[in-house]
């Protein structure tokens, strides 16, 4: 599976992204999908996951900021991030579980496929 993400870039605090992570293949809208992010010197942690009836799951970091969604006609999963603070400042994967019986999980040990990542940075 190839995961390709977009979106990333530099905000001020309080600011908003869209990132986007495509995947291929034709059963792509089976996949339970996340995002993770990782900041320098810091474990990569899942941020908000979906699995594929539509069922999400959010860090409590962001829950309330963050809204995850997914366009099966585009095969395409998307992050809308709003007020964005500095510690959300990180490297942002987009990963999928290609396993039949996957759920909306923020651990990254069940990920099959994974991103190269896109940056995002919250500064002023």
């Known amino acids: 599976v190839q995961l390709v993400e977009s979106g990333g870039g530099s905000v001020q605090p309080d600011g908003s992204l869209r990132l986007s992570c495509a995947a291929s293949?034709?059963?792509?809208?089976?996949?339970?999908m996340a995002w993770f992010r990782q900041a320098p010197e810091k474990d990569r942690e899942g941020v908000p996951a979906?699995?594929?009836?539509?069922?999400?799951l959010y860090a409590k970091s962001v829950k309330g900021r963050f809204t995850i969604s997914r366009d099966k006609a585009k095969n395409t999963v998307y992050l809308q991030m709003n007020n964005l603070k500095v510690d959300d400042t990180a490297m942002y994967y987009c990963a999928a579980d290609t396993t039949s019986g996957c759920g909306a999980s923020l651990k990254k040990e069940v990920y099959t496929d994974w991103g190269q990542g896109t940056q995002v940075t919250v500064s002023s």
């Open positions: 293949g034709s059963s792509a809208n089976l996949y339970c």
């Open positions: 979906i699995n594929r009836a539509g069922g999400v």
